[in-house]
């Protein structure tokens, strides 16, 4: 029973091209969130959002947009997409309101443009 | 403001001896700390986290840390390697302003261990 679940797993495609990443969690978890992994293994938050609303938007480009359907899924669109975006993007997801409380993340997303 | 800095981006030991990975933290608020492990091509998994209660935490698969206010530090140790230790460690700090937790990583610790 996974928890946090992100698809595509692998994603290759082209520069120019617009692509999504999907993410659920089951936990009830009224907060989710993008990282960015780079080449060199530094994460950095994207966006979150709390019961589909965006509560942090981190200087993102506007190529990056997030969608919340519900509080259970936050995906992640991509407009064309650049050499620089490849990079692993992990979704995670934590109760609000709760200090301190532990973020789970997914298993990652490893995007390479070429 | 808040940060993390990690001391070292890479440690080597050898298995059954002691792990001890540095992290210094800077944070306007009274902090939440945490340490994740990323293996090869894995995802984050949660090691331990302090959150205002006892300064020493004992985390998963025997890994501890230990808040030290006045050293502004919460290093992370194991008292005897395993090969199943070798990752990358996360030292992260959380933002408790505002409805959402915002989470800044360190620069990240790669450990190996060899036989």
């Known amino acids: 029973d996974t928890a946090v679940s992100q698809t595509p797993k692998y994603l290759v495609t082209q520069m120019g091209n617009d692509k999504s990443i999907k993410c659920e969690q089951n936990?009830?978890?009224?907060?989710m969130y993008w990282y960015k992994q780079d080449s060199k293994k530094f994460l950095k938050i994207m966006f979150s959002?709390?019961?589909?609303?965006?509560?942090i938007n981190e200087t993102v480009p506007n190529r990056f947009s997030p969608k919340s359907p519900d509080k259970a899924h936050l995906n992640l669109h991509i407009n064309s997409l650049e050499l620089g975006d490849s990079a692993v993007y992990f979704c995670?997801?934590?109760?609000?309101?709760?200090?301190?409380?532990?973020?789970?993340f997914g298993p990652g997303t490893r995007l390479l443009v070429l | 403001a808040q940060s993390v800095t990690q001391l070292d981006s890479h440690v080597s030991v050898s298995e059954g001896t002691p792990v001890l990975l540095r992290c210094n933290y800077s944070?306007?608020?009274?902090?939440?700390l945490f340490w994740y492990v990323q293996h090869p091509n894995k995802g984050l998994q949660l090691l331990l986290k302090?959150?205002?209660?006892?300064?020493l935490v004992k985390g998963i698969n025997g890994f501890e840390a230990e808040f030290k206010k006045s050293e502004t530090s919460f290093h992370l140790t194991k008292p005897s390697a395993h090969m199943s230790d070798a990752a990358e460690y996360f030292c992260?700090?959380?933002?408790?302003?505002?409805?959402?937790?915002?989470?800044?990583f360190g620069t990240g610790t790669r450990l190996q261990v060899t036989l």
């Open positions: 995670a997801s934590r109760p609000s309101g709760v200090r301190g409380e532990t973020q789970y």
């Open positions: 936990l009830g978890h009224d907060t």
């Open positions: 959002y709390n019961n589909k609303e965006l509560i």
């Open positions: 944070s306007s608020y009274s902090p939440s």
């Open positions: 302090y959150t205002s209660a006892a300064t």
């Open positions: 992260v700090v959380s933002d408790h302003s505002g409805t959402a937790s915002k989470l800044t």
